[in-house]
């Protein structure tokens, strides 16, 4: 029972446009959501978070969009750049086990020249 | 060095045998993480010490696996009598503070094949 989804395995965008990555979650308990990006061989970093008490958070070229009734969020990259071409992976936490992160399977986005 | 390291990156073993995953936080970090990733998969939450002390040990999926922070600092997982299914990446990651997800550094893996 995945209690994060990332439906879309692979995205292609081209350099300079807009790059949305998507996200469904089920558990209704969940208030604080976590986007992480990863290269190959390395360990995931931290990009951008939100709070179930926001439904939007900037920083630079980076937004996250929480949709709670909908139980989505997406992150969108823009202008996309060649730097941005990773495996990114969206985690949720429930606060009052705020160390356990449940973590979707990830989506590979491919930023085209 | 100033991030989490993992040793060894990578691991081979025969079925049956027994590995050991290290794990050396960052420097003044009280809570350290383990995950396994399968591939294609996320990362899977497995135990999580607050110094010393193993709070959580809910994902560990069996009494073969067995995690250690004997004095608050170095980690190390450890896998008995290893199975084919126990191949994916160990992550470790730690964390200042026993809060926020936030704040979690993760290391780079230890990529086990089972053969």
């Known amino acids: 029972d995945q209690q994060v989804k990332q439906n879309s395995p692979s995205l292609s965008v081209q350099e300079g446009r807009i790059s949305i990555l998507n996200c469904d979650y089920t558990?209704?308990?969940?208030?604080?959501f976590l986007w992480y990006k990863k290269y190959p061989a390395e360990g995931p970093t931290f990009l951008i978070s939100?709070?179930?008490i926001k439904d939007k958070n900037e920083d630079g070229r980076f937004t996250v969009f929480l949709n709670k009734s909908a139980k989505h969020l997406s992150l969108h990259i823009v202008p996309s750049q060649p730097g941005d071409s990773a495996v990114y992976f969206c985690?949720?936490?429930?606060?009052?086990?705020?160390?356990?992160?449940?973590w979707g399977a990830g989506t590979k986005l491919i930023i085209k020249p | 060095g100033a991030g989490v390291s993992q040793s060894p990156r990578y691991k081979v073993a025969k079925r049956g045998q027994d590995v050991a995953l290290r794990c050396d936080p960052i420097?003044?970090?009280?809570?350290l993480f383990w995950y396994q990733q399968a591939l294609g998969q996320g990362p899977e939450f497995l135990t999580y010490?607050?110094?010393?002390?193993?709070?959580?040990k809910s994902g560990l999926p069996s009494d073969r696996f067995f995690a250690e922070r004997p004095e608050g600092s170095v980690s190390t997982l450890k896998i008995q009598r290893t199975q084919q299914e126990d191949s994916a990446v160990y992550l470790c990651?730690?964390?200042?503070?026993?809060?926020?997800?936030?704040?979690?550094?993760f290391g780079d893996g230890t990529r086990l094949s089972i053969l």
């Open positions: 990651a730690s964390s200042l503070t026993g809060t926020g997800p936030l704040n979690q550094h």
């Open positions: 420097s003044g970090h009280v809570s």
């Open positions: 010490f607050q110094n010393e002390a193993q709070l959580d």
């Open positions: 558990n209704s308990m969940f208030d604080y």
């Open positions: 939100i709070s179930s």
């Open positions: 985690a949720a936490s429930v606060m009052d086990s705020n160390y356990q992160l449940i």
